[in-house]
């Protein structure tokens, strides 16, 4: 199987599988929902194998590479390929997709309209689609095409499945998105005149290290990428369209929206405004990790404070993404390193937030947080769950998110020690949002229903949505190592390409003594 076009397979496969749904008849729109778990299934074997073929030890940064001339005359190719850090977001969005479509399976009741029922499927594939391309892309041209497309699905899957005020959500979430990708436009039009040209001139090989052009017209270029990678992250102050969206989303959209698209933004940061600028980097990176600390602190403190709890997930989010950024911006291996990783487990434990969020509400149709209390004793495993979703989004040792966080702030200690030590109160933040929400729905005493109206607790196709999700909390709390033997050389050669090294210890050697 060497020789096949692995990263375009798994990206035509969910497109054809989109068509094939919304070509079914009225009669048989019903198989809509199996199909797209077949094919999102499909996609995931898809994605395991190009795990199995890339090669750590090879030294090529990119690898399962495909390369094809498109536009010539401006120097655009269909290109192909991806490093470790590339390769595991998309196996983390092969692997929550199915899970997404399976958490969905009855999101639009027994009594959907065939169209609808099909069009929500199809769309979640067609998303897919554009989630592989994105980060499987290596030609600047052909990511912005995917970074843009990303934006249709996920507008119609908000704007006509989401909540009372979807529109809204929507309209809001596509403003902001519209203007980083104009913003990003003008910054891809500029690297065309300050690239080093030729048929292949977007290619990133040719274009890493490699920007001509005065200092201040790389910096300008460099606050182009920044600005919309900040708006996709998203990082405070360009974050607000993020809760709205989150919380008029059905709960499978949100999970794709900030599992998986939302690391689009710290992954350009990594891939775009390190590699191709780097002293532009380290120019902006005082004024980065500042944002990146109140974005932590920020979104700590409203999320202790929301009364929704779609929303409050939505805030620890923003909470995580600024630590994500502090980690490439303090651009440390070990750092650099965690917050790679981070994406990775912030996919899968907002994953558990939000579809333990979305069959909490199912059951009694509030997101009001306080409309609810005692559910422990209705719902004992929906609860479980949720707790140990929340363990690990808070980051308790022995659980996934635990490595990252303190891979992030160690490293990050190692050259900037206040922005460091203020960060740490994110971790006491996200004891207390995380914990009282806990508190606020689970504890206390039995609620009362009216007669025949007990919820029930999780079935059996809702288990098998949050066995996988708690799994990998245990796997990567405790073997990090797969992922880390992934993203540590991409981590490495970025730090290169921007000429940095890791700090010297400062504290006496036992040696030098």
Known sequence: MSGLPLLTLMMVVPLVGAAVIWLLPSASSRLAKPIALGVSLLTLVLALVAWAQFDNASGD????????????????????????????????????????LLAAWNDLGDDAEPGREKTYFALMLILLTFMVGVFAARDVFLFYVFFEAMLIPVYFLIGLFGGPRRQYAAVKFILFSLVGGLIMLVAVIGLYFQGPGGEQGFL???????????????????IGFFIAFAIKAPMWPVHTWLPDAAAESRPATAVLLVGVLDKVGTFGMLRFCLGFFPEASQWATPVVITLAVISVIYGGLLAIGSRDIMRLIAFTSISHFGLIVLGIFAMTTTAGSGSALYMINHGFATAGLFLLAGFLISRHGSQRIADYGGWQRVTPVLAGAFLISGLSSLALPGLSSYVSEFLVLTGTFQ???????IATIGIVLAALY?????????????????????????????????????ASFLLLGFFPKPVLDLVNPAVKQTLELVGVTDPTPTHATGSAQ
């Open 204 to 222: 990133y090989e040719s274009l890493e290290g490699a920007v001509g052009g005065s200092t201040a017209t790389q910096r300008w270029l460099f």
């Open 434 to 470: 995380i914990l009282l929400t806990y508190q606020r729905v689970f504890t206390g005493p039995r609620p009362t229903f009216a007669k025949g109206g007990e919820p029930r607790d999780l079935g059996l196709r809702e288990k098998l949505v949050v066995a996988p999700i708690i």
């Open 61 to 100: 940064r990119y690898q399962l590479t495909e390369t094809h001339s498109w536009i010539p005359q401006f120097g655009v190719s269909y290109a192909l390929g991806v490093d470790g850090i590339a390769l595991s977001l998309i196996i983390m969005a092969a692997i929550l997709t199915p899970i997404c």
């Open 415 to 421: 050259r900037y020690q206040v922005a460091a030590a």
